[in-house]
């Protein structure tokens, strides 16, 4: 049975490929008749993309673009080019879906909807409501998963969407238009990098609630790697945010705990430990009102901060209530 409004609407399917030559067949297979457009972007892989046998399984109503990248950019490289070229077509939606068949294309139209009936205007995956699938997921990837969704939260300022990771995502291509794209990262940062550039446009962001799938396919994550260059780009794209959110585009009451609130906090903390080593050294107590100051310097800054954080949530881009 055809839904229309989803024949309504004209939708476009990005998949960035590399190395995945088992699994994309059976992604093509998978993609519904309302589906306008797939754009393949083939990142400079080693396997060969497997052109005959993806127009011979594509639904023939589907037209079908490959594009190549000279050399290998990563996942965001060739998303990007992807969502470029579906830019210059009549497209209302993009969706992007990775080659290596880890997501439930039975929940695309789930992540269709809201968007169509303009209760946001981007909607992702979000692997973590779903305990059944949950408990599939492998643990360290589980434990990684969830602290990296946290960090990304603090970082982006998407503090009520959650799995922000996840590459499953639709987007409004009026929205997509407004993003400036070389701010945005060519390897796995990108799905990070393109939530800190809606942050400031505000768009309202929908999580799906949806399993991921985990067969035989060959991650091309270096996960320790990983650790590392997120943790430095996280803070840069933390620092960025709220430099531009609180003292260049505005000044608020979330501006005046930053401003106090950090100062405070570090004096305290700073202060504290050099009387410390000081008096220590002296084998003798430190004055009641040295004590004094450092304490209560510590406890009104660490107020100041949470405050500051809660502001932070409160403001934070809205969307519809997450959808099961």
Known sequence: MKNNNLDNSKIAIVIPYFNASNQIISVISKFPEYINVVIIVNDKS??????????????KN??????????????????????????????????????????????????????????????????????????KMPIL????NLILS??????????????????????????????????????????????????FQKTQIIDISMPAIYGDEKSNMNVSKMVFVFSARLSKTFLKR??????????????????????LFLFGIIFGIFNWIHYASLE???????IMIITLSIILGFQLILQAIQYDIFNAPKGSNNIS
């Open 62 to 135: 589907i037209e079908c673009y490959f594009l190549e990248n000279n050399i290998n950019l990563g996942v965001g490289g060739a998303t990007k080019k992807g969502f470029e070229y579906a830019k210059t077509l009549e497209i209302d939606i993009i969706v992007k879906v990775d080659a290596d068949d880890q997501m439930d294309l039975n929940y695309l139209p789930d992540l269709l909807k809201p968007i169509i009936s303009n209760k946001a205007n981007v909607t992702k995956g979000n692997r973590f409501r779903d305990r059944k699938a949950l408990q």
């Open 242 to 263: 709220v430099m531009k959110e609180y003292f260049i585009y505005d000044f608020n009451i979330g501006s005046i705990y930053i401003l106090f609130g950090f100062p």
């Open 46 to 59: 080693v396997e060969p993309l497997p052109k005959k046998e993806i127009l011979e399984t594509l639904n």
């Open 150 to 199: 946290f960090l990304v939260k603090i970082a982006t300022g998407y503090w009520h969407n959650f799995d922000p990771t996840n590459g499953f995502i639709a987007i409004k291509t009026s929205t997509l238009k407004k993003v400036d794209f070389s701010k945005l990262s060519n390897r796995y940062y990108f799905e990070t990098s393109l939530l800190a550039e809606l942050y």
């Open 141 to 144: 990837r589980t434990i990684g």
């Open 284 to 290: 003798t107590l430190a004055p009641t009102g040295t």
